[in-house]
């Protein structure tokens, strides 16, 4: 669809210079602190850990600025992917980091856009730019009719190729609370993943997330690391036959967080590269936040749908946040 063009700035601003508006949403309980470009803020890694911190600012896992692609460098390749991407997900780790993509990010800011009346659904898909390339975004039902999004998350691939799949794993993650180090399978979604299944739900609960698990070999810049059990088939209302796992993450940048949705895409995908040929291509991803769906689409590439939540637009105090 054609969005408006994104040069009208909008008072996100208050009357003081010093206060900036934001919003509060959440994709499954990963959550975000969302701005809207337009007013000219710029984000800065300060910036971003402040906002994100949990006692003394917003709190969220990450904070994401909606932005025109023409304001930023990296919109210039999104732009030349696709003309109709003039919005790009600015996206930052709690940590001040940057990352490629956001899965849950994606849904969240198409849910923003559409409450800034910058998207409407009725009117076709969000073309929007991630550092990961452009991203399609349309309103989908989920299982049982939810208001959901689906976004296809483009190409994927498996690092290590069918040999690694064929030997567990291309990489070993010793997890604290579990006895020994892990096969683990590397899955690039636009971002990096290291999937390890574990026994059942008992080891499942008795990792401890609160320290980073550690990949050997060491991803050169860094993994999020997705713990996964496969939970079996199962066949919806409609039919469709699907995979259904259960999966923890520990997310680079961030730490255990509640859900990641290019976290259940490669762990859907993994589970599904081990189960073989005969695997559902659709699969239900059970986070402590709720439920994901992934499939994996004939073309070779990967949508993610699963909820989004705004719950505030709150004005903060700059000074207050850095005091
Ligand atoms: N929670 C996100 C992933 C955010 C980025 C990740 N921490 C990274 O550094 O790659 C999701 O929903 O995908």
Redesign the pocket.
């Known amino acids: 669809m054609t969005t408006p063009a994104p040069t009208a700035p909008s008072p996100a601003t208050t009357s003081s210079a010093r206060v900036l508006r934001v919003t509060k949403g959440h ?1 499954t309980q ?1 959550d975000f602190v969302l701005l809207d470009g337009r007013t000219g803020t710029a984000l800065d890694a300060d910036l971003v850990r402040a906002l994100a911190d949990r006692r003394a600012g917003v709190g969220g ?2 904070v994401i600025r909606l932005v025109a692609s023409a304001d930023l460098p990296e919109g210039a390749a999104v732009l030349a992917e696709d003309p109709a991407a003039t919005w790009f997900m600015d ?1 930052r ?1 709690a940590d001040g ?1 940057i ?7 994606v849904r969240v800011v198409a849910d923003y856009a559409r409450a800034l009346g910058l998207w409407d659904p009725a009117a076709g898909e969000l073309v929007l730019g991630t550092r990961a390339g452009v991203r399609r975004v349309r309103a989908a039902a989920g299982p049982v009719g939810e208001d959901w999004y689906a976004v296809d998350m483009g190409a994927w691939h498996l690092p290590g190729g069918p040999e690694a799949v064929a030997a567990g794993g291309d990489a070993q993650v010793e997890v604290a609370g579990l006895p020994v180090p892990r096969p683990a399978l590397s899955v690039d979604v636009g ?2 993943h290291t999937v390890l299944a574990v026994a059942g739900a008992g080891e499942l609960d008795a990792a401890d997330l609160t320290r980073a698990p550690e990949v050997t070999p060491v991803p050169p810049h ?1 993994t ?1 690391v997705e713990l996964v059990v496969p939970l079996g088939e199962e066949r919806l209302a409609d039919g469709t036959v699907v995979g259904r796992v259960r999966m923890r993450v520990h ?4 730490g255990e ?1 509640r ?5 259940a895409c490669a762990a859907a995908l993994a589970v599904r590269a081990w189960a073989g040929p005969q695997a559902p291509d659709v699969w239900l991803v059970d986070v402590p936040g709720g439920t994901v769906r992934v499939a994996a689409l004939p073309d070779g590439h990967v949508e993610l749908a699963g909820p989004a939540v705004l719950l505030a637009d709150l004005d903060v105090d700059l000074d207050a946040l850095t005091r």
Not at 99 to 105: L, R
Not at 251 to 254: L, P
Not at 259 to 263: E, I, L, P
Request: hydrophobic letters at 10%.
């Open positions: 994709g990963n896992d990450g996206y780790n980091s990352a490629e993509m956001c899965g849950n990010g971002n990096p860094g999020n997310e680079r940048g961030v967080t859900s990641c949705g290019t976290g």
